[in-house]
T-cell receptor
Framework: AQSVSQHNHHVILSEAASLELGCNYS??????LFWYVQYPGQHLQLLLK??????LVKGIKGFEAEFIKSKFSFNLRKPSVQWSDTAEYFC????????FGAGTTVTVRA | KAGVTQTPRYLIKTRGQQVTLSCSPI?????VSWYQQTPGQGLQFLFE???????NKGNFPGRFSGRQFSNSRSEMNVSTLELGDSALYLC??????????????FGQGTRLTVV
């Protein structure tokens, strides 16, 4: 089964700063990749997904991610964060199940 | 349309007891997966049911079991509870038709505390 590695445990930013969260998965082949977000007190929500096609995918709330097959990576980016982006972010890959990374807590300071 | 509904939202049980958690998927979804979320282990896959059959299973002891009904609602059961079973249990539903190229929708979870 796939394993997923997220590079940062906790990221602290100021509003308007750019955000990039790293994600690597363990092996290649056909992969379905996801970024989920969990806002405080809320359920996991899908930010964006990659199944095939354009490796640069755009999601909700201004987030985007780039799939780089040669690096087994699927990094999440947002050019300018807002206070409301404070949340925990999970990268996930689906083989026969969703395998999640450990999560990155993002704190945006006003 | 209504989202994934999990009941109850909170539970407190004593070691050795058993517990049943319920999940109602999004209408039309036939796949229900269960995950355990803890601060130490993160999100771990328990099992997946599709059309009343367990399709995949994670690495949890046999004390963890589940089932799915003909209306796609699912229950998971944990017997002989241990302190380490304290966690947020999440249910996710999807159409389940593809090999993973479908989106999973998550419920708000059931927070189980074992004392």
């Amino acid at each position: 089964a796939q394993s997923v590695s997220q590079h940062n445990h906790h990221v602290i930013l100021s509003e308007a700063a750019s955000l990039e969260l790293g994600c690597n998965y363990s092996y290649g082949g056909t992969v379905n990749l996801f970024w989920y977000v969990q806002y405080p007190g809320q359920h996991l929500q899908l930010l964006l997904k990659y199944f095939s096609g354009d490796p640069l995918v755009k999601g909700i709330k201004g987030f985007e991610a780039e799939f780089i097959k040669s690096k087994f990576s699927f990094n999440l980016r947002k050019p300018s964060v807002q206070w409301s982006d404070t949340a925990e972010y999970f990268c996930a890959v689906h083989d026969y199940k969703l395998s999640f990374g450990a999560g990155t807590t993002v704190t945006v300071r006003a | 349309k209504a989202g994934v509904t999990q009941t109850p939202r909170y539970l407190i049980k004593t070691r050795g007891q058993q517990v049943t958690l319920s999940c109602s998927p999004i209408s039309g979804h036939r796949s229900v997966s269960w995950y355990q979320q803890t601060p130490g282990q993160g999100l771990q896959f328990l099992f997946e049911y599709f059309s009343e059959t367990q399709r995949n299973k994670g690495n949890f002891p046999g004390r963890f079991s589940g089932r799915q009904f003909s209306n796609s609602r699912s229950e998971m059961n944990v017997s002989t509870l241990e302190l380490g079973d304290s966690a947020l249990y999440l249910c996710a539903s999807s159409s389940g038709q593809g090999a993973g190229n479908t989106e999973a929708f998550f419920g708000q979870g059931t927070r189980l505390t074992v004392v």
